[in-house]
């Protein structure tokens, strides 16, 4: 495995979207070897996706892209990491959307951080700056996941960092956290995905607008 490819669905992808985008990245079946690949759709399409990787044998990763930091009980509208678990191995945490939108502070980040690891969840903490690592190492202890590192700047604006900052961020990143693999995140499309997977201190790349459409989602892998 050369590097990580984490597709970030946002608030988008009915059922019928899932089946559409499976079945179009299975006609190019081969490139997805190219790298390790983790789809995090909305909770609603996780089944969908899941029947349809399977039936399709594709080598793709489910994960999700948030969970409760509550472990059960009365929590309306909250999915538990137990339930997360019956269809993901990955899961998104502390995306800056929703440390901004949603008010999601570096304690809650932890708590979920927590539950994810007792149910077997592989962690991907969303950070847009080095502070954001430092807390997550005085909150939750060491850390050997995955961090992806977004800066505010770069998310859905065609404005990405340029591989070398975030390289050297990544390599920051790794001081504190010396046992995580560094992704970078952040208007990541085929054209410039590679300048980054090629960085020392990055695995890989967290790509949202442009893994939403499955002919965009081939292109990063077509030019790894
Ligand atoms: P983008 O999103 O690729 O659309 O910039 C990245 C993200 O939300 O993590």
Redesign the pocket.
Known sequence: MSFILIS?W?ETGSIKETKEWVKNVAQEKAQLKKAKIIVCPPFTALSALTESVAANNLPINIGTQDVSRFEEGKHTGEVSAAMVAEFAKYV?LG???RRTELGETDEIVAQKVKLAKKYNLTPIV?VSKVEQAEALKNLFGEFDDLI?Y?PVF?????N?DTPQNANEVAGNIKEILSKAQVLY?????GQNANGFIEQKNLSGV??????LNAAFFLEILRHA
């Open positions: 970030s946002k998104m995306h800056s959307e969303c992806a977004e770069a998310i859905g604006t065609g990405p995140g952040g208007s990541v499309d967290l790509v949202g607008n442009r893994s």
